[in-house]
């Protein structure tokens, strides 16, 4: 089923909503139009009962080159320049924290360079499958700005302080190997391959235990910012919810008369 045209598309099929960047002549840079949509389309992956997965990828040769800079110094040369803050509020902000925190899981299909807010995007969802041809630049740095969408929180997480510093104050262009070796990539696949291998593999997260992936989701993030004796809390809470769902009776019940379970997200 496939939506409205735009900057963003949104698709669903197989309980997976695909939500696509669609400006490629722009490589998908994001203009205040854009980010609008994609704030948008993030929530109502978020909202949609009838997706269990997300993916969240872009058209043509780049995935997303962050900011739209050719809008942006429209807004330098005013006389009167609106705060970087109010875009981050505004959009940045909304949009990794839907992707961050929906209850189900996000695949970020990096077709192409994903650089400054367009890395950040992607190190926001919970998979990284990248094109052979994908890369990452980190490119804050290189127009003088700090960085956001996120990633000084979840780069480090993903490759460690050292790491992150590196990438963040010496942006360079990394190919999707080198990005694989860091950490960054779940997978990198042949570039014509990937809408394909991306779906199928948020597909088969679709069929899965949606309140349990949700769970581990919520769990991994509490963890990172409380200490063991809260997580240890916050952990049990989780088991108890997901120790009542429909779906773990019927795993156990499948396992012990060895079937395949059938989960129903519930
Ligand atoms: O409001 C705010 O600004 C706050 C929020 C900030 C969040 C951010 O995302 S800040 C970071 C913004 N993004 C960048 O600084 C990335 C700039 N682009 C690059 O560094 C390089 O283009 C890439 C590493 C992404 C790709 O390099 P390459 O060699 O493959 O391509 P290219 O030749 O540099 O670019 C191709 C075209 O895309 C080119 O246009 P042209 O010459 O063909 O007409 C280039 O100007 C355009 N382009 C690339 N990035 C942007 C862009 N146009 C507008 N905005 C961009 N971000």
Not at 23 to 43: C, E, F, S, Y
Not at 208 to 230: C, E, N, V, W, Y
Request: hydrophobic share 45%.
């Amino acid at each position: 089923m496939s939506a409205e045209t735009g900057p963003v598309r949104y698709e669903l099929a197989d309980g997976v909503a695909t939500v696509t960047l669609d400006r490629p002549d722009a490589m998908n840079a994001l203009d205040v139009a854009t980010k609008d949509a994609l704030r948008d389309a993030v929530h109502r992956a978020a909202a949609d009962d009838a997706a269990r997965a997300v993916v969240l990828t872009g058209t043509g040769r780049a995935f997303c080159v962050g900011q739209d800079l050719r809008e942006h110094v429209a807004g330098l040369r005013s006389d009167e320049p609106a705060p970087l803050s109010d875009t981050v509020e505004a959009h940045y902000n909304p949009i990794v924290t839907a992707l961050a925190t929906m209850p189900k899981p996000v695949v970020a299909a990096v077709n192409g360079v994903a650089a400054g807010a367009g890395a950040s995007l992607t190190f926001a969802c919970d998979f990284r499958i990248l094109a052979a041809s994908a890369s990452y630049n980190l490119a804050f740095a290189s127009i003088a700005l700090s960085c956001d969408t996120g990633a000084s929180w979840t780069l480090p997480r993903l490759v460690g302080h050292a790491r992150a510093t590196d990438l963040l104050m010496r942006p360079r262009t990394i190919h999707a190997r080198e990005a694989e070796e860091m950490g960054l990539a779940t997978d990198v696949v042949p570039s014509e391959r990937l809408a394909r291998d991306a779906h199928a593999f948020a597909a088969r997260l679709a069929e899965g235990p949606t309140l349990a992936l949700a769970s581990i989701k919520r769990a991994l993030a509490f963890s990172a910012t409380h200490d063991l004796p809260a997580s240890l809390t916050h952990e049990a809470q989780k088991m108890a919810f997901t120790g009542a769902s429909t779906d773990h009776a019927a795993a156990v019940e499948a396992f012990l008369a060895k079937e395949k379970p059938e989960f129903t997200g519930r």
